[in-house]
C-alpha cells in the first residue's frame, strides 16, 4: 500500500526556516518523481518544488527560487524540503506528491498519483 506521511511543519517567525519531510512506502522511491505542493487558506493548490527520479532535475516556482531546497533519499524511502528565509505568504498545507516514471516533472497537481495528508506551515511573528 502506497503511503506518504509528511511530517515538520509548525510555526515559525519570518525569516526562520523548516525541513518537511515525506516519509515514503509501500513503493520504490527511486521510480518515482517527487514534488511538494501547497495550499493557502482559499487559494488554489500550488506547485513549489519538484525532482525528477532520472538526472535528479530540479524546478522551482519563482516565488520560492533561491530560499526552498527540495532533496531526496532512495535508500530511505525519503523526501525533503529545506525551506529558508521564510515569509508570511508561505504560510499553507504543503503536501509531498509522487508519479511514476519520473524522467520530468511538472507541477501539475493531476499528473501526481500519490499524495500525503499535509504538514500545516505557518509564518508569522
Known amino acids: 500500500q502506497v503511503q506518504l506521511v509528511e511530517s515538520g511543519g509548525g510555526l515559525v517567525q519570518p525569516g526562520g526556516s523548516l525541513r518537511l519531510s515525506c516519509a515514503a512506502s509501500?513503493?520504490?522511491?527511486?521510480?518515482?518523481?517527487i514534488a511538494w505542493f501547497r495550499q493557502a487558506p482559499g487559494k488554489e493548490r500550488e506547485g513549489v518544488s519538484c525532482?525528477?527520479?532520472?538526472?535528479?532535475?530540479?524546478s522551482y516556482a519563482d516565488s520560492v527560487k533561491g530560499r526552498f531546497t527540495i532533496s531526496r533519499d532512495n535508500a530511505q524511502n525519503m523526501v525533503y524540503l529545506q525551506m529558508n528565509s521564510l515569509k508570511p505568504e508561505d504560510t499553507a498545507i504543503y503536501y509531498c506528491?509522487?508519479?511514476?516514471?519520473?524522467?520530468?516533472?511538472?507541477?501539475?497537481?493531476?499528473?501526481?498519483?500519490?499524495w500525503g495528508q499535509g504538514t500545516q506551515v505557518t509564518v508569522s511573528s
Open positions: 509501500g513503493f520504490t522511491l527511486g521510480d518515482y518523481a
Open positions: 506528491a509522487i508519479t511514476y516514471g519520473g524522467f520530468y516533472c511538472s507541477f501539475t497537481t493531476y499528473e501526481y498519483e500519490y
Open positions: 525532482m525528477t527520479s532520472t538526472d535528479g532535475s530540479t
